[in-house]
């Protein structure tokens, strides 16, 4: 028997992994801002998290930065104020952990490093 697409019963895995992805381009040895462009009402006490690498469907992959509220709850030693080419670059996931099962709300953001001086 043949399904047909979108009827299968792996489809609820390819909705609830559905993430918005931006790219955002940092110069080698400067500063550079990840946004995290969720459209989440702004709730006491929830969970904001920022990982390495694609987002899991149940927390924050390699986290790198944890919130709650406005305090930070939990901080590795990182940091993208020195970007460098080999070591930033690349997928990084902003995670809002809303209540509920399946509320959590996630977006990507993919860093490009280009190096800080080009040779003419």
Known sequence: MTEAPGSGSHDWIQVLSAVTTETVVGVAGRRVMLPCRLDVEPQKGVEVCWGRGQP?????????????GDQ?????????????????????????????????????????????????
């Not at 899991?56 to 709650?68: G, P, Q, R, W």
């Not at 930070?72 to 990084?92: A, E, K, W």
């Not at 490009?112 to 003419?120: E, M, R, S």
């Open 72 to 120: 930070v709850t939990y901080r590795r030693s990182y940091s993208l104020q020195n970007l460098t080419l080999n070591s930033d670059s690349g997928f990084y996931h902003c995670r809002v952990q809303v209540p509920g099962l399946f509320n959590d709300k996630s977006s990507s953001v993919h860093l490009i490093i280009i190096p800080g001086t080009l040779a003419c």
């Open 56 to 68: 899991s469907l149940f927390n924050c992959h390699n986290a790198v930065i944890n919130t709650k």
